[in-house]
């Protein structure tokens, strides 16, 4: 029996854009049949190498022939692309991907947008635990950021144990992605003045029974951010830590350690772990929680856990795409399809 391969886009190549498409090159029922670029430049020669082929962020012809006096063949603009496409995962920079949802359902093809865009824009957001069958068959969704992605894959299994949860954390931000030169802060904390910011509330958009607020503050590192959560069970939870701790390591996509039996006790430590262990650009897709930072009091629970904002949202993609394209319908046996392809480019 022949699978359906799934014919997929994707336009803007840089820090998610890259590690989506090599995700999606390592699966069985999907490929990749181009990238898109704004201009000749040094991420340009990733796709060669890779064997995407190369098209032009715009339709200008002469945006397109700006490619080749620079070494580089592009194959076209994104009109090209997108016709020989069925859906599309936008890795644009954020707030640019309203004015390209209408390119894209103007040319027919399913549509994938990231967090860095709002859900009013989509009308429809995205975790693999958290939402995967109501997301089937769907024309188009937004997977939700890295720090909404974080708390979705603890916070969803706690719910489904306990029926409600209400839950209070504080965001620790990376201040700017490692390739990122052009932000900060480098050496002050920073306060987000919006208070209640928009990362815990757009765990909502995924499972409205979560009642979350989050403060954030950004950081001078550009490694990973840290959650601070609080959240409250409901009485006769029934829970202990243990169990909890229990719930989260039958859970995929989530890392259990003890900081103090492992000496992995800051986030340094974490991506250190990611890097021993072999995974492309020392990524870590998982949730990491220090089990000795975990701790259930009354009906309170404490705990911490770390996110590496560059990837854990990369297998998220993957699995929204089975779920538009209809392609599998329980999110579990998506995202254990998808981590194992994963792990084989990692070499596991
Ligand atoms: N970085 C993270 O940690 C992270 C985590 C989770 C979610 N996200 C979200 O993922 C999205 C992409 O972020 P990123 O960090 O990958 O950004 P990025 O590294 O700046 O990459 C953006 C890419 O989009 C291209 N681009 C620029 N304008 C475009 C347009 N109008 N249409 C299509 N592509 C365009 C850029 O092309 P050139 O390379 O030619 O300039 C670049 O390749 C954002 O929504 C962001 O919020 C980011």
Redesign the pocket.
């Known amino acids: 029996m022949s699978i359906m391969v799934v014919k997929v886009a994707i336009?803007?190549?840089?820090?998610?854009?890259k590690r989506v498409a090599d995700a999606i090159d390592a699966q069985d029922d999907m490929e990749i049949i181009g990238v898109?670029?704004?201009?000749p430049?040094f991420?340009c020669d990733l796709a060669v190498r890779k064997g995407f082929p190369l098209y032009c962020?715009f339709d200008e012809p002469e945006r397109i022939a700006a490619f080749a006096p620079a070494g580089y063949d592009c194959k076209g603009g994104l009109s090209e692309l997108l016709a020989a496409a069925d859906i599309v995962v936008?890795?644009?920079?954020?707030k640019?991907?309203a004015?390209?949802k209408q390119i894209y359902e103007d040319a027919g093809v399913k549509w994938i947008?990231?967090?860095?865009?709002k859900h009013v824009m989509t009308g429809l957001s995205y975790t693999s635990s958290g939402n995967h069958s109501e997301n089937m068959n769907q024309s188009g969704t937004r997977v939700v950021?890295?720090n909404t992605t974080g708390l979705s894959r603890t916070l969803v299994p706690l719910l489904r144990k306990c029926g409600s949860l209400s839950v209070e954390c504080t965001m620790i931000r990376r201040a700017a992605?490692p390739?990122d030169s052009n932000k900060g802060p480098i050496n002050a904390i920073k306060p987000v003045l919006k208070v209640p910011s928009h990362h815990g509330p757009d765990v909502m958009t995924i499972r409205p029974e979560i009642s979350i607020n989050s403060m954030a503050v950004a950081v001078p590192t550009t490694i990973m951010h840290v959650h601070a959560i609080v959240a409250t069970l409901p009485q006769g939870h029934g829970m202990t830590t243990e169990s909890i701790l229990d719930l989260w390591h039958a859970q995929p996509r989530v890392v259990i350690m003890n900081g103090a039996e492992t000496g992995i006790t800051t986030t340094a430590e974490v991506m250190e772990f990611a890097r021993d262990i072999g995974r492309k650009w020392g990524d870590l897709h998982e949730i990491f929680v220090w089990e000795d930072g975990v701790k259930l009091d009354g009906d309170t629970l404490y705990y911490f856990q770390a996110i590496h904002?560059?990837s854990d949202?990369i297998p998220e993609n993957v699995d929204a795409i089975r779920a538009l394209m209809g392609l599998e319908s329980d999110w579990n046996v998506s995202v254990s399809k998808t981590d194992k392809a994963i792990a084989t480019y990692n070499g596991l």
Do not use: M
């Not at 936008?90 to 954020?94: E, L």
């Not at 947008?113 to 865009?117: D, N, P, R, S, W």
């Open positions: 336009n803007g190549y840089g820090t998610i854009g898109t670029k704004t201009r430049s991420g962020t936008d890795c644009s920079p954020g640019v991907g004015q390209n947008f990231q967090g860095g865009e950021s890295c992605d390739g904002q560059e949202v």
